[in-house]
C-alpha cells in the first residue's frame, strides 16, 4: 500500500493541519495550551472551533460529539449537528468556541459512584487540546475531559492528565539537580500491546455467553487447543490478513500509529502493536483501536473478542502496557545513555520506580482488577497476581554490587563510581528474555504485563505516573538539601534499592516455587478483585493521591465503589446467562439425546431382539444421571443469584459474596455441562463449540 503517508492522520484534526488553516497568532496560542496548558482565550477557541468546523464539513461531517471516557470503562458520545437556524427558513453550519470548549452531556446515568449525588446532579465535558479532534462515522470527535459541576473527576482522562503533570513537576526537579536546565517538560510515554481472538461472526452470534458477557460460560476444551504452538507467529490466514490491512487503514487514518500484527500463542489469537506515543494520546487510541478492531470485524464476518478469558483452558489476552519517561527534547530517562552523568540519572529513576513498584504494589494490582481479569492474574492457569520486577542479570549486578558497596566487578572494567565512571554496556532487551514477569526492563522502557486486553490503559498509568512522582519527589526533596551531591546519590541508590530489592524477581514467575518465595518476602498477594479493590481507599493511598493532585477523596473513594459494582453487575450477568443457557438450550438438548437413545433402544431390540444397545445403555445411565446433577445445581445457581440482594448495600460485602459464593457455584455448574457437551450427538448441540470457534477462520 504505497499511498500509506497520505491515508495517515488523514481523519485527523493534526498539527499540520491546524497550521495550514488557522492564522499564524491563533496557531500560537494553540500550540502553547497544548505544551503548557495555559488556557485557551474564548476568541481564540471561536477561530479554532470555526476551522475544525470547516475541515470537518469538508471531510462530509453533519455532526460533532464531545468524545469522552466515564467510568463504565467504555467510550461515550453524544451527537449534536452543525446546524444553526437563520431567518427561520434556512440553516448554516455553526460550530462555536463554547460547544467546542464544553459540553453538557446528560450524565445522570453515568456511574458517579456516590459522587454526584454529594456534589452536583450534573457533568460537564471539557475540550483536551493536547489530544486531537478526528473524524469518525462522519462524526467530528473531540476529546474530552469528564466532570462534575464542581470539578470532580468523572472519567478516566482527567486523573491520567493529572498524574502526567505531577510526574512531569517531580521528574523536572531531578533533571535540575543533574544539570538539565533546557528541558520544560517530561511525558510519559507509553505503547500498548493488545491481544484479541478473532471468530467466526455467526458462530458468535449463536452464542448468547458471548454476545452478553464477551466470554463462553460453557465449552468442553476440543481435541486441539494450543498445545501445538502451531500458531504463534505462525502463516496469518488469508481471512485474518484481510482484516489486520483493513484495520491498519482504519487506525492510520486516524492517526494511530499500529505498527506490528501477528499471531499469538492460542489458535484465533492476535496481536496489534502501536508506536508508543504521550500516555494521554496513547490511552484515547488505544480505546479507538479496541472499538475499530471490533467493528472492522464485523465488515469481514469475524467478531473480535477482547475479553481476557474468551475461552477457558486457551491463553488469555492482555496488554502490555510499555511505559517510560522522555523529555521534550526527545530523550528516554530510561535509557541508560552513554556518559557517568546520564548513567546515574538513569540509575536514580531506575531505583525511584523500584522503590514507587515495591511500595505500591496494591495500587498497581488493582489498578488491572476486573471480573475478566481474574481468569488471568491469580486464576489456576495464568501467572500469579504477584508483583515483582524484572530487571536482567547486568543491571541486577550493578545494583548488586551498590547494595553491598562494592565496586561493580566486571570483565573490562574493575571499579564503577557511579557518577563518575560509566556502566558497562547494558544488552538491550528486545525479545522478552523474561515473559513470566508482571513488569519488565526491557532496555529502555518498563513493560507492565497485567494489565486485560479489555482494561482502558488510563488508570494503570495513572497509578504508574503518581507513585513514581512521589518517590521522585522524596528523592528531590532530599538532592535539593544535600551537602554534597554524589556522596547523597550514592545514599540514596544504596538505601532504597537496599530497602526495596524483595520486588526485584528475575526468576519464572509462573511457578509454585515463586509464589512461597513471594510470600517469605512478605510481597502482597491479592488474588481477586474483591480483595485487591478496597486498598484504593487506604488512607496512606487517598493521602498520596491527594499530595499529588491526582485523585481526592473523594474521588477515590467513589472510583473504588464503581469498579466494585461493576465487578459485582459482571458476574451477576453471567450468572443469570448461565441459568438461560442452562434452562432453554443445556438441559433441553441433553434431555432430548437422553429420548433419543431410550427410544433407539426401544425400536432396536424391537426389529433385532439380540442387539445388546450397550452404548446407548451405558450412555442413558451416565448422562441420565449428570442431566440430574446439572439440573440440581442450577437450582443452587439460581438460589444464590436470588441471594445476592441481601448483601446489597454493602459493596466489599456483596463484591465477596460474588466471588466466593456465585462464582464458585458458577465454576461447578459449568464442570459438569462440559462433561455433558461430549457425550451428546453433535447435530443437537444448540451452539458451537470450542473447536468450531477456536479453529472458524481459514
Ligand atoms: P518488540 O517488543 O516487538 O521487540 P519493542 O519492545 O521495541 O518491540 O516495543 C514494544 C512496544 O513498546 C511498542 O508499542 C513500542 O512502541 C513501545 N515502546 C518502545 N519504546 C518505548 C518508550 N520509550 N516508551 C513507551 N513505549 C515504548
Ligand atoms: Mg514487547
Excluded at 470527535?141 to 469528564?146: D, E, G, M, S, V
Aim: glycine share 6%; net charge negative.
Amino acid at each position: 500500500m504505497n499511498k500509506v503517508p497520505e491515508i495517515f492522520g488523514s481523519m485527523v484534526f493534526n498539527e499540520s493541519v491546524m497550521k495550514a488553516r488557522l492564522p499564524k497568532d491563533t496557531f500560537k496560542s494553540l500550540m502553547r495550551t497544548r505544551k503548557a496548558g495555559t488556557p485557551l482565550a474564548p476568541e481564540v477557541a471561536n477561530v479554532v472551533a470555526n476551522a475544525m468546523k470547516d475541515w470537518a464539513v469538508e471531510h462530509g461531517c453533519t455532526h460533532f460529539t464531545h468524545w469522552f471516557q466515564p467510568m463504565t470503562g467504555v467510550t461515550a458520545e453524544k451527537h449534536d449537528s452543525f446546524i444553526y437556524p437563520i431567518d427561520g427558513e434556512r440553516v448554516i453550519m455553526e460550530f462555536s468556541g463554547k460547544e467546542l470548549i464544553k459540553g453538557e452531556p446528560d450524565a445522570s446515568s453515568f456511574p458517579s459512584g456516590g459522587l454526584r449525588a454529594t456534589f452536583e446532579a450534573r457533568g460537564y465535558t471539557a475540550w483536551d487540546p493536547t489530544s486531537d479532534a478526528f473524524i469518525k462515522d462522519d462524526t467530528l470527535c473531540i476529546p474530552t475531559a469528564f466532570c462534575s459541576y464542581t470539578g470532580e473527576a468523572l472519567d478516566k482522562k482527567t486523573p491520567l492528565l493529572r498524574s502526567m503533570n505531577a510526574l512531569n513537576k517531580q521528574a523536572l526537579r531531578v533533571l535540575r539537580l543533574f544539570g538539565d536546565f533546557q528541558t520544560q517538560r517530561v511525558h510519559t510515554t507509553v505503547g500498548p500491546e493488545q491481544e484479541y481472538f478473532l471468530i467466526d461472526r455467526d458462530m458468535y452470534l449463536k452464542r448468547r455467553d458471548l454476545v452478553y458477557t464477551g466470554r463462553t460460560l460453557f465449552g468442553a476444551k476440543p481435541p486441539k487447543g494450543q498445545e501445538m504452538e502451531d500458531h504463534y507467529f505462525g502463516v496469518i490466514k488469508p481471512k485474518v490478513k484481510a482484516f489486520m490491512e483493513d484495520l491498519d487503514e482504519e487506525l492510520w487514518k486516524l492517526g494511530v500509529l499500529a505498527k506490528t500484527e501477528h499471531n499469538e500463542v492460542a489458535p484465533s489469537q492476535h496481536e496489534l502493536a502501536p508506536i508508543f506515543a504521550d500516555a494521554n494520546v496513547a490511552a484515547d487510541h488505544n480505546q479507538l483501536t479496541m472499538e475499530v478492531m471490533k467493528k472492522v470485524a464485523a465488515r469481514h464476518g469475524l467478531a473480535c473478542l477482547l475479553h481476557e478469558k474468551p475461552f477457558e483452558g486457551v491463553n488469555g489476552s492482555g496488554k502490555h502496557n510499555n511505559w517510560s519517561m522522555s523529555t521534550d527534547r526527545g530523550a528516554n530517562l530510561l535509557d541508560p545513555g552513554d556518559s557517568p552523568r546520564e548513567n546515574a540519572q538513569f540509575l536514580l529513576f531506575l531505583v525511584a520506580i523500584i522503590e514507587a513498584v515495591d511500595e505500591h504494589q496494591d495500587l498497581l494490582r488493582l489498578s488491572v482488577a476486573s471480573a475478566g481479569n481474574d481468569h488471568r492474574l491469580g486464576a489456576n492457569e495464568a501467572p500469579p497476581a504477584i508483583i515483582s520486577i524484572f530487571l536482567g542479570d547486568e543491571l541486577t549486578a550493578v545494583l548488586e554490587s551498590i547494595d553491598q558497596g562494592k565496586d561493580y566487578d566486571a570483565k573490562d572494567r574493575e571499579v564503577l563510581k557511579i557518577g563518575v565512571d560509566a556502566l558497562p554496556p547494558l544488552p538491550k532487551d528486545t525479545t522478552d528474555r523474561n515473559r513470566t514477569s508482571p513488569f519488565a526492563f526491557t532496555g529502555n522502557k518498563f513493560e507492565f504485563r497485567m494489565l486485560g486486553s479489555t482494561v482502558s490503559i488510563a488508570c494503570p498509568n495513572m497509578i504508574l505516573n503518581t507513585i513514581v512522582a512521589d518517590v521522585l519527589e522524596s528523592f528531590a526533596d532530599r538532592l535539593e538539601n544535600a551537602e554534597d551531591f554524589t556522596t547523597e546519590l550514592n545514599t540514596i541508590l544504596h538505601d532504597s534499592y537496599h530497602k526495596h530489592k524483595r520486588i526485584v524477581f528475575n526468576g519464572d514467575g509462573y511457578t509454585d516455587a515463586w509464589v512461597k518465595e513471594a510470600e517469605k518476602r512478605g510481597l502482597l498477594n491479592l488474588p481477586s478483585t474483591a480483595e485487591a479493590l478496597p486498598y484504593y481507599a487506604r488512607p496512606e493511598n487517598v493521602k498520596m493521591f491527594e499530595h499529588h493532585g491526582v485523585l481526592t477523596g473523594d474521588e477515590v473513594r467513589s472510583r473504588c465503589e464503581i469498579q466494585l459494582e461493576n465487578y459485582c453487575k459482571q458476574l451477576h450477568i453471567e450468572a443469570l446467562t448461565m441459568v438461560d443457557m442452562l434452562r432453554k438450550q443445556i438441559l433441553p438438548a441433553a434431555s432430548k439425546y437422553l429420548s433419543v437413545l431410550g427410544s433407539t433402544i426401544t425400536t432396536t431390540q424391537a426389529a433385532y431382539p439380540k442387539a445388546k444397545c450397550q452404548y446407548e445403555k451405558d450412555t442413558m445411565e451416565k448422562l441420565s444421571s449428570l442431566i440430574d446433577s446439572l439440573y440440581k445445581e442450577t437450582g443452587i445457581l439460581e438460589t444464590d443469584i436470588a441471594n445476592e440482594e441481601s448483601k446489597a448495600g454493602d459493596i466489599e460485602k456483596q463484591a465477596h459474596y460474588v466471588r466466593d459464593t456465585l462464582f464458585v457455584q458458577m465454576e461447578k455448574t459449568r464442570a459438569i455441562a462440559d462433561q455433558i457437551e461430549p457425550m451428546v450427538d453433535k447435530t443437537l448441540w444448540p451452539y458451537p463449540t470450542y473447536g468450531d470457534m477456536l479453529f472458524s477462520v481459514l
